[in-house]
C-alpha cells in the first residue's frame, strides 16, 4: 500500500476537516502527492495537489476553502477543509500524480466527507 487516508467523517456546513495522506517513507520525498475527490455516478475530480518542493495547485471550486500541506518529518500530507458545504460530499482519495497527472498506482478505499446542511 503506498497511500493511506484518513480524517473524512460527518461535519455540519461551514465547518472543518483535516484528511491525512501517509505515504509510503521511501517514496515521499521524491513524489507529487494529490487529493482527488468522486461520488458514484461521477468522474473523479482533482481538488488539491503538492510536489517535493512544496509547490501547492487547488481547484477553482476550493480556493479559499481549502489547503494542502506535507509534513516530511511523518511522509504524510494533509488536506485542510475549511467552510465545508454540502457540495463538498464525497469520498476523497489521495494518490502520487507524475508530472502529467498520470497515476500509475491503485487507488486506495478513500476517506468519505459528508456535509449536512
Known amino acids: 500500500v503506498h497511500v493511506q487516508e484518513s480524517g473524512g467523517g460527518l461535519v455540519q456546513a461551514g465547518g472543518s476537516l483535516r484528511l491525512s495522506c501517509e505515504v509510503l517513507r521511501s517514496i515521499f520525498s521524491i513524489s507529487n502527492v494529490a487529493w482527488y475527490r468522486q461520488s458514484p455516478g461521477k468522474e473523479r475530480e482533482l481538488v488539491a495537489s503538492?510536489?517535493?518542493?512544496?509547490?501547492?495547485t487547488l481547484a477553482d471550486s476550493v480556493k479559499g476553502r481549502f489547503a494542502i500541506s506535507r509534513d516530511n518529518a511523518r511522509n504524510t500530507v494533509y488536506l485542510q477543509m475549511n467552510s465545508l458545504k454540502p457540495e463538498d460530499t464525497d469520498t476523497y482519495y489521495c494518490?502520487?500524480?507524475?508530472?502529467?497527472?498520470?497515476?500509475?498506482?491503485?487507488w486506495g478505499p478513500g476517506t468519505q466527507v459528508t456535509v449536512s446542511a
Open positions: 503538492i510536489t517535493p518542493d512544496g509547490s501547492t
Open positions: 494518490n502520487l500524480p507524475n508530472n502529467r497527472g498520470a497515476i500509475f498506482y491503485s
